[in-house]
């Protein structure tokens, strides 16, 4: 990976010819987008918040040229430009820039926590009533599928089932927004850290926290949500998937940093990840309500002031 690495940083030409290249092949495997993300992280960190800005502005122009010459929809191409400006590039520019200056992963994490909130909130100033706006785009997708599925759902159980999509898709798609951001960011670190720093990604990565403000403000904001009227429950609902995104985060690296601690058998985080793939959901709601607790408690410092013979 050094050798990629280095290519990558050599010129902007290297990175942009990368980036574009991941980016295109992402339509057909779709987690190639984070090495796109992660070649905007890179650069970032190591020569600054106006050199990533220079990547990704570079990366779209390329991108758009390619889809004003392909068979492609101009609606499409618009899409998916958008989607890789404002949900692959901008916000990990911004946490790479914070990584950078403050050398701290967890102000990287708030940081794209208050952007993640900050598109949330964008978007219900922009279509209003965000669950019906949903709804509009999961009737077009969802029914033929529902209703050519083995055992086809029609009538009341599909509207059900479609409103009940329909009010977390907020969410769901900011919280993506969340994890993608730090999956590219943690590739662009570890990439970093493989040239210039061996062993300084996982170090950084143990020692992430969100600390008690983030904690706070998770509470306040989501109280003040539940209590307010006017459909604002709605929000409120939306607004907890980006407190799981985040602090599930930080319970991963939580458990890494506890077992790096403690010494224990890589098997623990075998199983936490064999557990992500067969029930995500369940899971990072775990994992959340241990970084929330590590918030107030921070385990990790208590484990490192605690005497070697005490126990």
Known sequence: ?????????????????????????????????????????????????????????????????IGYFSSASLHMVKAFLVSTVIIVGLPVVLAAEVLRMRRSMGDALAVTALLSIAVLVGFYMVVGDAAAWWRGVLE??????????????????????????????????????????????????????????????????????????????????????????????????????????VFSIHGLALIHGLVGLTQAHKAWLYAVYIALLIIPPQIMVVLAALGFTDSWIDFRSRLARRPPDAG
């Open 140 to 245: 077009t997708i969802l029914v033929p599928v529902l209703e050519n599925a083995p055992m086809p759902v029609t009538g009341i159980e599909q509207a059900e089932i479609i409103a009940s999509v329909a009010a977390v898709m907020s969410g769901l798609m900011v919280a993506a927004i969340a994890y993608s951001t730090m999956i590219n960011l943690f590739i662009g670190r570890w990439l970093q850290a493989i040239l210039f720093n061996p062993g300084g990604f996982r170090e950084e990565f143990h020692a992430l926290r969100l600390g008690r403000p983030a904690a706070i403000f998770a509470v306040v904001a989501l109280v003040l949500a539940a209590l307010a009227s006017g459909g604002v429950d709605g929000f409120a609902l939306n607004l907890l998937f980006v407190a799981v995104a």
């Open 1 to 65: 990976m050094q050798a990629f690495g280095s290519f990558i940083l050599r010129g902007r030409a290297q990175a942009l010819l990368v980036a574009a290249i991941a980016a295109v092949l992402a339509l057909l495997v779709p987690l190639l987008s984070h090495i796109s993300g992660a070649v905007i992280a890179l650069v970032t960190l190591r020569k600054g918040f106006r050199e990533g800005l220079i990547i990704l502005a570079g990366l779209a122009l390329i991108l758009g040229v």
